[in-house]
């Protein structure tokens, strides 16, 4: 139903009569609603930027509605978990040295996540192990360690990319570090509800003062023109570590299945 509003504006001689008109129809979606309800596509940014040009290790594979990610979890970078005496070996940054795992494995890692990813009516806590998976196919794990917060005795045996090796030899991020991100708005990779993150800048090179509290925003990034929800390292320092957590809290989706 339309209603008529009237205006009587005096002129010098006569009334000018404005009609305006209101109806039913709905206004058009802005970019956040259309980001939110999950139309954006991430498959061709899967696609294009999942690779490790060292060990070769990373694959996607894309059905309807899901993508799976596979990778051995093997870094492309140097580590001092390489071990001493290979070509990628590097030793560990300042005072830092080897936690009892010294050394890292492969495993047969497939991330699940959904081509179109949405927010979730209930938002999952993480938890320990990996919450998702950055783009050479190391996991990204949050800021627990063996069941509890992150503490010296553990970061003080991460790596200069602020990773180490699990019991298993499971090597795995917790942290902004070099050869993955540090202080920019790097795409890292992607969470298991299929949300992408990035360093702790935005792509204008400013630090994002909107983060919601499980630590993202929607908007455009470089990979992606239309405005996607993704997240954002921390620019929080953690505890007396110096350094910045890559993911904490819950999940804006639905968490997806990563099995190892």
């Known amino acids: 139903m339309k209603r008529i ?4 504006i005096p002129t010098a001689s006569l009334f000018l009569i404005l009609f305006m008109a209101c109806s039913s129809t709905n206004v058009d979606s802005t970019d956040e609603d259309t980001a939110s309800e999950g139309s954006v596509d991430i498959t061709a940014v ?5 690779r490790n040009d ?20 093997l870094p492309d970078h140097k580590t001092p978990y390489w071990g001493v005496g290979h070509e990628m070996y590097e030793d ?20 699940t996540i ?18 998702g998976m950055a783009l050479n196919g190391v996991p990204i794990y949050n800021d ?3 069941g509890g917060m992150l503490e010296e005795n553990a970061w003080g045996t991460f790596d200069a990319s602020g990773a180490h090796p699990g019991p298993r030899e499971d090597y795995h991020y917790h942290c902004e570090g070099t050869y993955l991100t540090v202080d920019d708005a790097n795409l890292i990779g992607f969470l298991r509800d299929g949300f992408p993150i990035y360093g702790r800048k935005d792509m204008d090179g400013t630090y994002p003062d909107n983060l919601d509290d499980n630590g993202g925003h929607i908007g455009v990034t470089a990979e992606f023109s239309d405005a996607i929800y993704h997240y954002h ?5 953690y505890s ?21």
């Open 144 to 146: 627990y360690e063996g």
């Open 5 to 8: 509003l009237y205006y009587l």
């Open 46 to 50: 899967v696609q294009a930027n999942y």
């Open 240 to 260: 007396t570590s110096g350094l910045y957590v890559i993911k904490s809290g819950a999940y804006y989706g639905t968490k997806g299945t990563f099995s190892q």
């Open 92 to 111: 560990f940054p300042g005072t830092n040295h080897a936690n009892m795992n010294t050394s890292m494995t492969t495993f047969n890692y497939v991330m």
């Open 114 to 131: 959904p081509t179109k990813p949405q927010e979730a009516s209930y938002k999952e806590e993480t938890e320990l192990g990996p919450v």
């Open 233 to 237: 390292t921390s620019n929080d320092v």
């Open 54 to 73: 060292y060990t070769e290790g990373v694959s996607v594979q894309v059905s309807d509605n899901s993508i799976q990610v596979s990778s051995t979890g």
